[in-house]
């Protein structure tokens, strides 16, 4: 199974970002990080929270069930997360509202 550093980190790459360029459209939705806090991310040596996850989502156009593969992400959860995170999984039309959702 792929950790969800190594998706988030394919995923930014097949994008054709640099991590500043990361930085840069996550403080345009008001999250604020740093290179070492994405180094880590993608290094599997943290997890970014919901939100974060949502908007790297939005950022790198990609569907959230993509970056959602690590059994450590699911137990981090709250069950309301949990619930939200499986409808989206069977529901185009709510994958899209919650992209569009993200950027607020």
């Keep these: 199974m792929i950790k ?5 980190k394919e995923i930014r790459l097949n994008c054709k970002l ?3 360029a990361v930085i840069k459209k996550l403080e345009e939705m008001n999250i604020y990080v740093t290179k070492k806090t994405i180094y ?4 599997d040596n943290t997890i970014p929270d919901l939100k974060t996850i949502k908007v790297l989502s939005f950022i790198y156009d990609s569907n959230l069930t993509e970056i ?3 059994k450590r992400f699911y137990k981090s959860l709250s069950e309301n997360e ?6 989206i999984r069977g529901n185009d039309s ?3 509202i919650a992209k569009i959702l993200s950027k607020i």
Excluded at 4 to 8: F, N, R, T
Excluded at 40 to 43: A, C, P, Q
């Design 40 to 43: 880590r991310w993608e290094n």
């Design 68 to 70: 959602y593969e690590d």
């Design 18 to 20: 640099s991590i500043n």
């Design 82 to 87: 949990y619930k939200f995170i499986m409808a």
């Design 94 to 96: 709510f994958r899209k």
């Design 4 to 8: 969800i550093g190594s998706k988030l």
